[in-house]
C-alpha cells in the first residue's frame, strides 16, 4: 500500500476530541481530507461549564458523545470508534468540591455506566481513566491509585480495553501501571497508555500498548527505539477542539502528516517496502483490532 513512497492505507488517530460548540465536523473532515480514515472519539468534559454530579448528568454527557460520533460518520467517511469514562481531572476538581469520597463514588458509578454502553456496543472502549498527571496531596494519590485499581478490576470484569490517562514519570509510570494491571486482572494488552512518548521499547512500555503522541522530535524517537520486541504502538494527537488553547495540542492533520514522514525515515533506516508495509498495518489496523476488539 506504498504508492510512489506515500503510504495509501489506513490511518488512524486514536485518541481525539471533538467539541459541538467548536471545529467539530470541520476539524474531522480536515483529518479526513488529509488521507485520514477513522479516528477514536474520546469523551471530552465540559471544564468550562458544569460538571456532571450525578449519574444522569454523565448519561447525557455521555449521549452527546455517542451522538457526536453519529454526525461524524453521517458527514464523512470516517470510522468513528467511540471511548466514553469519566475523565481523572475531573474526579480531583470534583473532591474540591463535594469530598473525596463522594468524588470516588460517583467516578466509579460513571464508570459503570460506561462499561454498560459498551457492552451495549455504543463504544468500543472504557477511557479516559486513570490517575491526575499533575503532583496532588498523599491522600489524594493514594485514593486515585485505588480508585484506578478499582476501575481495572471493572474493565477486566467486563472484558474492556481501557485508555489511561496517566502521569509521565519515566520508566516507572509504566511498570507501576502494568502491576495494577495484573493485580486486576486486566490483561496488559488491554490497558493503553495515552499521550505517551515516543520511546516503544518494551523496557520503557512494560508491555503496555501506547498511543504516541505525535508532536515534535515523535518521528525520531520511534526510529530510534523501535524494534521486533517493540510494543504495539500507534499514533494520536489529543486534539482538544478548543480554540482557547490552540498550542496545548496537535491539530487534526498530524498524523496522516507523521505517517507519512514515518515511511520516510523507515526508508531511509533501510527497511525494505514490505517492512514498511507490515509496519504500517500494524499501527493502524492489526494491533487497534487486537486491542480494542
Known sequence: MLVNGKWEGPIVDQHMHLDRENRFISAAQEFSRSGGTGIFLVHKPSFSKSLPTDLDGYRTVYRNTIEMAQIVRKK???????????HPVVWDLQANEIGLKESSELHISAVGLALDMIEEG???????????????????WSEANRVLLEIMQMAASSKSPIQLHVEDNGNQTCREIASMCDKAGLPRSR????????????????????????????IEGICSTISGNSSSWGMETDFLDDPRRPGAVLGPKTIPKRTHQLCQALNSKG????????????VHDRWISSTYF
Open 76 to 86: 464523512t467517511e470516517l470510522e468513528v470508534n467511540v471511548v466514553l469514562g469519566p
Open 122 to 140: 455504543e463504544a468500543v472502549c472504557l477511557g479516559e481513566v486513570g490517575r491526575p498527571h499533575y503532583e496532588v496531596s498523599e491522600d489524594k
Open 191 to 218: 490497558a493503553v497508555r495515552h499521550f505517551a512518548p515516543p520511546d516503544i521499547s518494551q523496557q520503557k512500555t512494560s508491555g503496555l500498548p501506547v498511543t504516541v503522541s505525535m508532536g515534535k522530535g515523535s
Open 271 to 282: 527497511w525494505a517496502e514490505d517492512e514498511i508495509e507490515n509496519c504500517m498495518l500494524n
